[in-house]
């Protein structure tokens, strides 16, 4: 469990903001109020540690920071920079129902399972006082420690299936849990305005009400969410609604739903499945059986929640280097933080983010729109898109004038970077579509200006490097059990179309798609 040194440090925390984003906000506040009260990173290093960085005391704090912290914040200086009063679990037990990330979500299942107002939050709350919470973190841990390939074989069998996406090739033999079809297999579609036939639609009553087990489940969910420490939001969600895939364009409708939905029904499904084999094989799946029980269920996609998301092989060009070597492309590869709902811990390509709308539905719904979106939030460093951070305050986030530098510079110029679509698949952990696409920065001149600037953001807990000249590290890569199924379907789709694209700064190794 986090420990707070002071209240102010747990309230910037609750925020989900670090603190170079909270002395913005804090900048944000004063102007629009007009406070005169300032804040800057290292004055507000030293508040949240209750001391100055040699460890002596604080010493009163300046009269208008200390107003602007108080309107901000609502509660006295003198609170803000004592140390919290309760700690432990007592005190997660008695906040967790009231955190307004988690209010949306309790209400959410109160309604679905037909139980009366409040009748979540008080099961989470009961669950929370009773829970060890070391015991729920070790069974993260344990779920951590499933192989990729573990989790495939498991799918392919309960399915009774092998249309799973699956490469062979020199060192390399992999299947995948995405169930897929030959033809969703070689896109190589542009993803730019009018390359998409993507609509927004609405589904008349398309609610999904929980039986009593999925229910237990969902309680199950919160609590570990709460307890472990995993960022949750009420976020909007495109649901898939029909989907044509071909060679020379793709098509789809969608409609909205909403991200607590998703986390409390299909979400479950990768929980139970990692727990089950964590804990031995012959272990029931009543959530399995009853939301995802064959492939037709997979299949009926209009008759479920079928949420996704879009994950993309980034390669950029860079210049011949003395340590280094020839001109190459550098790969980028992620793992993925404890603080995401699912994937924790794996290795996946980056960026990885769920297709969902920011403010505007039917324009945001095209598959290039979230690519652009999760390039400026994972690598460019826009916390400003990322709706876990909070409700948006731009009307248009995505607008070019609030795009990164790095956005401008590949904008400026036709031909700097390419984005393409490679695959498309359903998932059968979770039901979940995936998009597999590939954005390659083809202008090297991109590497010495801005690649410094490059930075994953709270979703990853590190990246790597990988040069598209080391077939043999790549390869190694590849076999890696640490790969989340849709992580290892988008990086190898993303290499089939890079030996196609490269010319010599490729050198990757050669598979083939096997099995369909």
């Known amino acids: 469990?986090?420990?707070?040194?002071?209240?102010?440090?747990?309230?910037?925390?609750?925020?989900?903001?670090?603190?170079?984003?909270?002395?913005?906000?804090?900048?944000?506040?004063?102007?629009?109020?007009?406070?005169?009260?300032?804040?800057?990173?290292?004055?507000?290093?030293?508040?949240?540690?209750?001391?100055?960085?040699g460890g002596q005391a604080l010493g009163q704090v300046k009269a208008s920071t200390a107003r602007l912290l108080e309107s901000m914040l609502g509660a006295s200086v003198e609170e803000l920079l004592a140390p919290p009063i309760e700690t432990g679990q007592a005190r997660i037990a008695d906040q967790t129902p009231g955190r307004p990330e988690f209010a949306g979500a309790l209400g959410w299942l109160d309604e679905a399972a037909g139980w009366a107002s409040g009748s979540a939050a008080a099961q989470v709350r009961a669950r929370m006082e009773l829970t060890n919470i070391q015991t729920l973190r070790e069974r993260r841990?344990?779920?951590?420690?499933?192989?990729?390939?573990?989790?495939?074989?498991?799918?392919?069998?309960?399915?009774?299936?092998?249309?799973?996406?699956?490469?062979?090739?020199?060192?390399?033999?992999?299947?995948?849990?995405?169930?897929?079809?030959?033809?969703?297999?070689?896109?190589?579609l542009p993803l730019w305005v009018g390359d998409e036939r993507l609509a927004l639609g609405q589904r008349a009553g398309a609610t999904f009400p929980l039986a009593a087990d999925c229910a237990e489940a969902a309680v199950q969910q919160l609590t570990t969410a709460a307890a472990t420490e995993?960022?949750?939001?009420?976020?909007?969600?495109?649901?898939?609604?029909?989907?044509?895939?071909?060679?020379?364009?793709?098509?789809?409708?969608?409609?909205?739903?909403?991200?607590?939905?998703?986390?409390?029904?299909?979400?479950?499904?990768?929980?139970?499945?990692?727990?089950?084999?964590?804990?031995?094989?012959?272990?029931?799946?009543?959530?399995?059986?009853?939301?995802?029980?064959?492939?037709?269920?997979?299949?009926?996609i209009a008759g479920r929640t079928c949420a996704g998301g879009v994950l993309s092989l980034v390669a950029i060009a860079r210049p011949a280097d003395p340590f280094r070597g020839a001109a190459d492309y550098a790969l980028i590869v992620q793992r993925r933080s404890d603080e995401v709902v699912n994937a924790a811990g794996k290795l996946a390509v980056v960026p990885k983010g769920f297709h969902q709308p920011l403010t505007d539905p039917r324009a945001d719904v095209r598959i290039g729109a979230t690519l652009r979106r999760e390039l400026e939030e994972e690598l460019?460093?826009?916390?400003?898109?990322?709706?876990?951070?909070?409700?948006?305050?731009?009307?248009?986030?995505?607008?070019?004038?609030?795009?990164?530098?790095?956005?401008?510079?590949?904008?400026?110029?036709?031909?700097?970077?390419?984005?393409e679509c490679t695959g498309f698949g359903l998932n059968l952990v979770s039901g979940n579509y995936e998009f597999a696409t590939l954005v390659v920065i083809e202008d090297e001149e991109f590497w010495p200006?801005?690649?410094?600037?490059?930075?994953?953001?709270?979703?990853?807990?590190?990246?790597?490097?990988?040069?598209?000249?080391?077939?043999?590290?790549?390869?190694?890569?590849?076999?890696?059990?640490?790969?989340?199924?849709?992580?290892?379907?988008?990086?190898?789709?993303?290499?089939?179309?890079?030996?196609?694209?490269?010319?010599?700064?490729?050198?990757?190794?050669?598979?083939?798609?096997s099995g369909l």
């Open 380 to 419: 460019f460093g826009r916390s400003d898109v990322d709706g876990t951070a909070g409700v948006p305050r731009a009307a248009s986030p995505m607008h070019p004038g609030r795009w990164s530098e790095p956005m401008r510079w590949l904008d400026d110029e036709t031909g700097r970077m390419r984005m």
């Open 230 to 300: 995993v960022r949750f939001a009420d976020l909007p969600l495109y649901r898939l609604v029909k989907i044509d895939v071909g060679a020379e364009s793709f098509g789809g409708t969608f409609d909205v739903g909403s991200f607590v939905e998703y986390a409390l029904t299909m979400d479950l499904l990768e929980a139970e499945l990692l727990d089950s084999l964590a804990d031995g094989a012959g272990v029931p799946r009543p959530v399995r059986d009853r939301y995802l029980p064959d492939v037709d269920a997979v299949l009926d």
């Open 449 to 513: 200006q801005f690649g410094g600037q490059l930075e994953a953001n709270w979703e990853a807990s590190g990246l790597t490097l990988y040069s598209t000249l080391d077939g043999e590290l790549v390869t190694d890569l590849v076999r890696q059990e640490a790969w989340s199924n849709e992580g290892l379907f988008a990086l190898l789709q993303g290499l089939r179309r890079l030996r196609e694209l490269g010319g010599p700064r490729v050198n990757l190794p050669s598979f083939e798609v």
């Open 1 to 53: 469990m986090r420990t707070f040194r002071t209240v102010l440090e747990q309230r910037i925390w609750d925020r989900r903001l670090t603190l170079e984003e909270f002395v913005e906000e804090a900048e944000l506040y004063a102007r629009e109020h007009r406070e005169p009260g300032t804040l800057g990173l290292r004055h507000l290093q030293r508040l949240v540690a209750g001391r100055r960085s």
């Open 141 to 188: 841990a344990r779920r951590k420690g499933i192989g990729r390939s573990q989790v495939a074989d498991e799918m392919r069998r309960y399915y009774r299936t092998c249309d799973t996406f699956a490469v062979r090739g020199p060192g390399i033999d992999v299947q995948t849990s995405v169930l897929t079809l030959a033809e969703w297999n070689e896109l190589r």
